[in-house]
């Protein structure tokens, strides 16, 4: 029965996964997203029920366009299986329950924000009202944090990332409100596990550029994806982390 609903899980994901790569697509771009049927770009071939199976279409077609055998980007299924991986880490950690409900849509717009961000360098404000709105519900409704705890969380990263903005001009507004409504959900200790983790990730990926040379590659220099996968960890086990970090400081 477990394998079961593991699979119905990871399905969901790659199904949302799918739909989600349309989105991160088309509303940079502002093309609606409900309207209009899925065409190659490149030669504007109409992508059919059965070549938009999530992950299994990209592997039977081998990596292309059914009809003019264009490579697809590999993109694709990874954001498939991410947002499949995703959700099932999210039933592993929390189970069925509301808690997971939370995290598949917080990973869900994770997702979303780090690929436009990526693309873009830029992070929506539509998706911050969005976490925003996620957060109240999960702090009124389902935290056993306290208030106080989200309350801190708001301001923790934030204000200090808003005081070196102002200095060095080196970090986007996106990513200060990112901080501050991810904050709010997480609550004070979770929020500071995000920011490590999503400063050790950016860190890395930024000495790895410099030390290649490949100063070119601007967009991963973007600093809203890492703090995205900061912001899933610290979802899933910011609470442990940061127990287990502050007993060995006592
Ligand atoms: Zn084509």
């Known amino acids: 029965m477990d394998i079961v609903i593991n699979i119905y899980v990871f399905a969901l994901g790659a199904i949302l996964g799918s739909f989600f790569n349309v989105v991160i697509y088309r509303l940079p771009r502002k093309y609606s997203i409900t309207h209009g049927t899925s065409f190659c770009p490149h030669c504007k ?63 869900s717009l994770c997702i979303i924000i780090a690929m436009i961000d990526i693309d873009t360098m830029e992070i929506f404000d539509r998706f911050h009202i969005m976490i925003f709105s996620l957060a109240l519900i999960y702090v009124f409704f389902i935290s056993t944090l306290g208030l106080t705890s989200h309350l801190i969380g708001f301001f923790i990263i934030s ?23 991810s904050g709010f959900l997480l609550g004070y200790q979770a929020s500071l596990v995000a920011f490590f983790f ?15 040379k490949q100063t070119q590659m601007k967009s991963l220099i973007a600093f809203g994806p890492y703090l995205c996968i900061g912001i899933f960890i610290a979802y899933i086990y910011g609470l442990e982390i940061f127990t287990w970090y502050m007993s060995l400081l006592t």
Do not use: Q
């Open 45 to 107: 071939h109409r992508i059919m029920p059965l070549e938009l199976v999530p992950i299994f279409s990209y592997l039977f077609l081998k990596g292309k366009c059914a009809h003019c055998h264009t490579p697809i980007s590999l993109r694709y299924p990874i954001i498939e299986f991410i947002t499949g991986l995703s959700f099932l880490v999210a039933y592993w950690r929390f189970g069925l329950s509301y808690a997971t409900i939370i995290a598949m849509i917080l990973a």
């Open 159 to 181: 204000v200090p990332l808003y005081v070196i903005a102002v200095i060095t001009n080196g970090i986007g507004g996106g990513d200060i409100k990112l901080m501050a409504v």
């Open 198 to 212: 999503g400063a050790i990730f950016g860190g890395i990926v930024a000495v790895y550029l410099l030390l290649t």
